[in-house]
């Protein structure tokens, strides 16, 4: 009896079978699937280490997030480490991506602290970005938050730095400032500078030593016989001897402020459920509390797919942007709900995680199980850290974080981006951080739009005189279906270039006078003929509203030179919308009443699924046999007719 063909198992069959079975097992890794043990040990070491420098920075960064002394500050950080990271284990994306409490958020944070009444607000600002983000997330408008140049994200990460950094002066010198804190960061350094004259002298040596040692031997001696060593870690945790023997009074009067004498002795603090309602911290400025969660919940978003893009191009492995953003959001909404800071990813540590050979989001866990023990085990000796070395350690990674170099290249080779990211810092730092991103991003979009609206094209004459295009490019050297075809400069002789500003033209006129540097001439060899044969007019790009009226005054421009013919082709063409084709539609007319022999270049590609697809006046001219698939096929018809 022969057996069913159905129930015959193919060797085939039974590999893919094990396969599945073995993969329930495994972990998808960048070293590809790896049985559970194998990731753990490739993973133990990255996330201890990882852990080791979160703790130390996230009781650094939930001081500088959170204004004045309250004693949940430096718990807050250190619980959103643990919260974040466990979360994002789980629910994230990238396999490298730390997230935690950052530096990008804390000065928002604490600007919230000030104006919403303390710290307890910032629970809710968790819990209202995690709906914000979660509306992001389903309407998958994550992709549109990256549409900034670098130079705005480094103009708000520049400002940053100096919120960071300048705000540490009261902790780093013991200052006692008069009068309560305002919301305006400017107007804090202004009372602390005011308050210099006070200034304590052993917290301000000891700040300024931590730190040189941290900027020195972390640019200077990163490792020691070819191992990475964690100065971030072993230097302030070396001052908490200092603040131990200080709070016993056993340095001969030596008095360096410690945490404990700012928040009392630590304890960990693992879940703490807001117990004030909303309402205690928005008042009647409920709006106000929506706007700042919505920059917090755009900052968290765009730091931490950065993060997880910058981790990407490191390690060649990739994440899901949208992926990436749920786990976000879980994060936010765990972390209100615990009592935790909005976290988000962060950079330095995520660095550090990619340094150190993590494979899988199991050294996220990892981190994130190794901060919750030593939250719970030894919160209590971080109570002795000195107020100067934590400010030392938030000054350091305010100057590691300033992009130094990136400014110095911008001001060599991109004036204008240099300047659109002194904007974007200026405005973060003397009125909003989501405002300024919000102006950078706006002024850099104009910017491409003007751009784009001088409208690229290239026009191609059949003329025996023009025999060298823009390029230089010999007449022998270009497309043999166009000999005798050749390019030049159009736009300045018919009067359509973009003029310069008054104070460009101002500046081109000192430069004349003061420096004898003529004014730059241009080719107006297309204006050296009164008439022209055959032209073909080529837009590059898209023909959309930002330039559709441009490329209708170059067809009208070259109409009064009265042409035979003209082709206007759109093979460079990637993008056409209404107002392009209407302007497209306006040009074919004029050509045609103009008596002048037109033809129209349109690929396939935007014949099906575009706006051209249904444009009648398109379908018009196809009847009348006056479009082609190439430039070859319309200048062939041209001879022959």
Partial sequence: MQPDVDSVETASDSIKVRNVEEKKCHLKTRLGYQPIHRVLMDNWQSGLTVAMVSVPLSISLGIASV????????LMGVSTAFWGGLCASMFSSSDFNIIGPAGALSGMLNSATIKFGGAGVLPYLSLVSSAIICS????????????????????????????????QLEMAMDLRPNGPKSEHFYENVMRSFEAMHGYSLAPAILFLVVTALLLGLVKYAPKVRGKSIPWTVLIPLSTILLGYLSDQKMLGGIILPTLKD???????????VPSRPLSDFAGDDLFGLIRTAFGVAFVAILE??????????????????????FGLMVCHAVCGAVGAL???????????????????????????IAVFLIFVVAMPVFSYLPQAAVAALLVFASIRMAPVHYIATLWRTDRRSCFLLVLTTVICVFVDPVY???????????????????????????????????????????????????????????????????????RQLVEAVACGRAPKEHSNVLHKHETFQEVLYEPMGSVTFLCASKHLSRVQALLTKKPNRIIISLEHVTRIDVDGSDSLAKAAKEVKEADCDVRLVVPELLLHGTILSKAAWLQSLQSEGCIFSTVTDAKSQVAEI
């Fill in 262 to 272: 700012k928040y009392g002795t630590l304890q960990a603090r693992i879940v703490e």
């Fill in 67 to 74: 204004s004045g002394g309250d004693p949940a500050a430096p």
């Fill in 136 to 167: 992001i997330y389903l309407l998958g408008l994550q992709r549109y938050l990256l549409l900034m140049p670098t130079a705005v994200f480094e103009g708000f990460t520049l400002a940053v730095a100096f919120i960071i950094g300048l705000g």
């Fill in 436 to 506: 300024g991103l919000i102006v950078g991003m706006v002024v850099a979009l104009l910017r491409d739009a003007a751009e784009t609206a001088r409208a690229e094209s290239r026009v191609t004459l059949d003329k025996d005189e023009v025999s060298v295009s823009d390029t230089g490019t010999p007449r022998s050297q270009q497309n043999p279906a166009l000999s005798h075809w050749a390019t030049a400069s159009f736009d300045h002789g018919a009067n359509l270039a973009v003029k310069p500003s008054p104070l460009k033209r101002l």
């Fill in 342 to 368: 909005p976290p988000t990813g962060v950079f330095v540590r995520t660095s550090l995680n990619v340094q150190l050979g993590a494979t899988h989001r199991l050294s996220q866990m990892i981190n994130a």
């Fill in 304 to 325: 931490t797919l950065i993060s997880a893009k910058i981790a990407e191009q490191r390690m060649n492995y990739p994440f899901e942007s949208s992926r990436e953003t």
